[in-house]
Structure formats: C-alpha cells, structure tokens
C-alpha cells in the first residue's frame, strides 16, 4: 500500500484537540515558528528579565516570570495587577514582537476567535519543581478575549479544571509547540501547571516556557 501525502503526520495541519466548549489543544502548532519566537524571546528577556514575584500572600512563585507588550502582569504584596511599566526596571515592558502577536493571532483564529488582538503577553519559566498552582485568569477588564498559552522547551502536565477550584482537572501533557486556546463559555476555567519534571530539551535545556496572551485592557 502506498502512504499518501494525506497520511503523513502534519500533512492536514496541527491536530486538535478539544477540551470543552471553546477551549482546544492545537498540537504543534507553533513549532515550525520556534526559531523566531527564541530569537525574540532573547531580546526582550535582555531588557526585561525573568524575576521571581511574590504572592499578595507574601509567597515567592516558583515560576519566574516577565512580560512583553503594552501591558504586563504582576504580583507583589499590594495584589495582582497589569502595569504599563516594568517594577523592576522603570521602563514600559518591551514591544511585543511581531512573531509574537501574529501566533496569537493565528491560534485564535484557528480555535474561531477571529481579530484576536492581545496587548499584554506574561512569559512564564519553568525550571524542575516549579509549578502553577490551579488558578482562573480574571485580572482582564473583559472575558471577551480569549487566552492564548504557548509551550515551548520541556514537557509539562497542564491541569484544565472547571469553573470552580473544586471540580476535577483534566490532565493534559503539553510539549513543545502545542498552543492551548480557551474563551468563550470556557474563559474562566481554573488552570495550573504540575510541578515539571527535569530533562533536556535540545533548544531549551532543562528549562520550560511558556507565553501567555491576553487581551487585558
Ligand atoms: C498560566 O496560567 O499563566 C500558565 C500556564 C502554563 O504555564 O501553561
Ligand atoms: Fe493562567
């Protein structure tokens, strides 16, 4: 039997996966863009570096974090909030990169969120043990806007809840390049990251990343 061109893995486009009423794994999707996206992600980390912020609670994440675009989001003893300016550095949060805004754009697009336009991207790093605890994304001004979540570098157990902390989670292994889309009646789903587990990524190194985009403001 001869292997048709419609059989070859990838040949339809990245597969999906759904994960409840507009909410969808795009697997792979961002994997043939990598190179732009670290080679982005590179100048934007020089001017605005990871760090370690602290809970209202007064607890140190254990994912470090920064962010690009025209708004960023932070914690510090004060609360949760997006800032225009980075705390740290007293500059505006670098630009968000082209490479950057057009995935987002195109995941939406892909799970029918057409004219998604994000103005703040959270970049969250993983090293072994770090985790995010199950969470609902609701800093945003409107839940219109879907999120759009990027994994990059070493695999990691994502946890897909339900609307309140107490429903069971999905557990749902993300690797490199799939892009997780949520909106819709899906929006304020609680979420988290398992605590990563070490290896070697051959472009990441022990390290997992992770972009998240919102529309914020
Ligand atoms: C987040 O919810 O901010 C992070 C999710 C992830 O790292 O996959
Ligand atoms: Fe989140």
Not at 55 to 62: A, D, E, L, Y
Not at 76 to 100: C, I, L
Request: hydrophobic letters at 40%; charged letters at 25%; glycine letters at 12%.
């Amino acid at each position: 039997m001869t292997m048709e061109l419609f059989d070859l893995p990838g040949a339809a486009g990245p597969s999906r996966e759904a994960l409840g009423p507009a909410a969808v794994v795009l697997r792979g999707f961002a994997v043939e863009r990598e190179e732009a996206l670290l080679t982005a992600l590179e100048r934007v980390v020089v001017d605005a570096p990871f760090r370690h912020m602290v809970t209202p609670g007064g607890f140190r994440m254990s994912v470090a974090m920064t962010n690009c675009g025209p708004l960023g989001w932070v914690t510090d003893r004060r609360g949760y909030r997006y800032a225009p300016v980075d705390p740290e550095t007293g500059r505006p949060w670098p630009g968000m990169p082209d490479s950057f805004h057009q995935l987002a754009r195109d995941a939406a697009a892909q799970a029918g969120f057409e004219g998604f336009v994000p103005d703040a991207c959270l970049i969250n790093r993983y090293e072994p043990g770090a985790k995010m605890s199950l969470h609902q994304d609701k800093d945003e001004r409107s839940f219109d806007a879907p999120i759009v979540s990027v994994s990059l570098g070493l695999p990691a157990v994502f946890l897909f809840g339900g609307e309140n902390r107490s429903d069971k989670p999905q557990r749902v292994r993300l690797t490199h390049g799939d892009v997780v889309v949520w909106g819709g009646a899906s929006r304020l789903r609680y979420h988290g990251v398992m605590p990563l587990k070490a290896g070697l990524h051959p472009r990441l190194g022990g390290h997992r990343i992770n972009l998240t985009f919102r529309r914020a403001g």
